[in-house]
């Protein structure tokens, strides 16, 4: 099976920097999208960041200019520096990977457990 761990969650003070790793490891073939995801208590779970295998990223607006979404595809890994961070960038960020597995040949979805980013004012 494919398992995803998130790390680099942490407590900040408004306008500080945090870096959020995100590894996948398990029986995977290929890696096809990694996205990062946060959810604040009370509201819906939202799309960050979104990476392709071929490096393409897109970001909510909110975080444009802020945020960088990157990958190292030999590593299996995905990250997220998060610079200038605000209050309202509060909130558990998962990492949700689309990938294809040696028994399985659909792509399926696969989420880990969530850090917890929490900026101070």
């Known amino acids: 099976q494919v398992q995803v761990v998130e790390s680099g969650g942490g407590l900040v003070q408004a306008g500080g920097s945090l870096r959020l790793s995100c590894a996948a490891s398990?029986?995977?073939?290929?890696?096809?999208?990694m996205e990062w995801y946060r959810q604040a208590p009370g509201k819906q779970r939202e799309l960050v960041a979104g990476i392709t295998s071929d490096g393409s990223t897109n970001y909510v607006d909110s975080v444009k200019g802020r945020f960088t979404i990157s990958r190292d595809n030999a590593k299996k890994m995905m990250y997220l520096q998060m610079n200038s961070l605000k209050p309202e960038d509060t909130a558990l960020y998962y990492c949700?990977?689309?990938?294809?597995?040696?028994?399985?040949?659909?792509?399926?979805?696969?989420w880990g457990q969530g850090t917890q980013v929490t900026v101070s004012s």
């Open positions: 949700n990977v689309m990938a294809t597995t040696y028994g399985y040949g659909n792509t399926d979805v696969y």
């Open positions: 398990g029986s995977i073939f290929r890696i096809k999208t």
